[in-house]
């Protein structure tokens, strides 16, 4: 399996200020043959299923606020909040699918500071 | 629209067999490229990825669990549905069901059930 990690466990940053996620994957989740990074990003709210942020690294899902964006490439990722907003408040997983025995990471929690 | 919704019992005892069904509307699963997962996760833990069966009956499980799961689909009920056997404490987690995004050559998942909690006590 590919294992995924995830860093902080948690962070509290203030209202307007930019958040930043890192996720690793024990493993390249690059596809050679179409170039493209097999790596999401899900948001879950207290309560609430996760909702799917970012595809393929950092093509953002229809409807997903531009302060959301994705980067990196190969084994190394991560998500940025550019100015974060009290709605924010979440935990943040990414996934691999570059493997079909897909996998989570452990999340990480962000709040307001 | 798209929804999901999963169905079981909230209690099942240690080594019972767990069945969950995830009924669903919007799409079929008859259509190439359709999927549905199934991913649990434990209170206060993080998602785990159970099972996924696609539109051409393909199936995938985790290698962790494989000896345990079975999903299957019925196609003309809108129904999947995930069976666990030889539950234990441990399994006691919200089971949620998910739309897998089409147009993607990989699996993530854009439409999820509210999910079940199942808990197993004696």
């Known amino acids: 399996d590919i294992v995924m990690t995830q860093s902080p466990d948690s962070l509290a940053v203030s209202l307007g200020e930019r958040a930043t996620i890192n996720c690793k994957s024990s493993q390249s989740v690059l596809y050679s043959s179409n170039n493209k990074n097999y790596l999401a990003w899900y948001q879950q709210k207290p309560g609430q299923p996760p909702k799917l942020l970012i595809y393929w690294a950092s093509t953002r899902e229809s409807g997903v606020p531009d302060r959301f964006s994705g980067s990196g490439s190969g084994t190394d990722f991560t998500l940025t909040i550019s100015s974060l907003q009290a709605e924010d408040v979440a935990v943040y997983y990414c996934q691999q699918y570059y493997s079909t025995h897909l996998t989570f990471g452990p999340g990480t929690k962000v709040d307001i500071k | 629209q798209i929804t999901l919704k999963e169905s079981g019992p909230t209690l099942v005892k240690p080594t019972q067999t767990l069945t969950l069904t995830c009924t669903f509307s919007?799409?079929?699963?008859?259509?190439?490229?359709?999927?549905v997962g199934w991913i649990r996760q434990p209170p206060g833990k993080a998602l785990e990825w159970l099972a996924l069966i696609y539109w051409d009956d393909d199936k995938r499980y985790s290698p962790s669990l494989k000896s345990r799961l079975t999903i299957t689909k019925d196609t003309s009920k809108n129904q999947v549905v995930l069976t666990m056997t030889n539950m234990d404490p441990v399994d006691t987690a919200t089971y949620y069901c998910?739309?897998?995004?089409?147009?993607?050559?990989?699996?993530?998942?854009?439409?999820w059930g509210q999910g079940t909690l199942v808990t197993v006590s004696s």
């Open positions: 998910a739309h897998r995004r089409r147009d993607l050559s990989g699996t993530t998942f854009d439409y």
């Open positions: 919007g799409f079929s699963l008859s259509t190439s490229g359709v999927g």
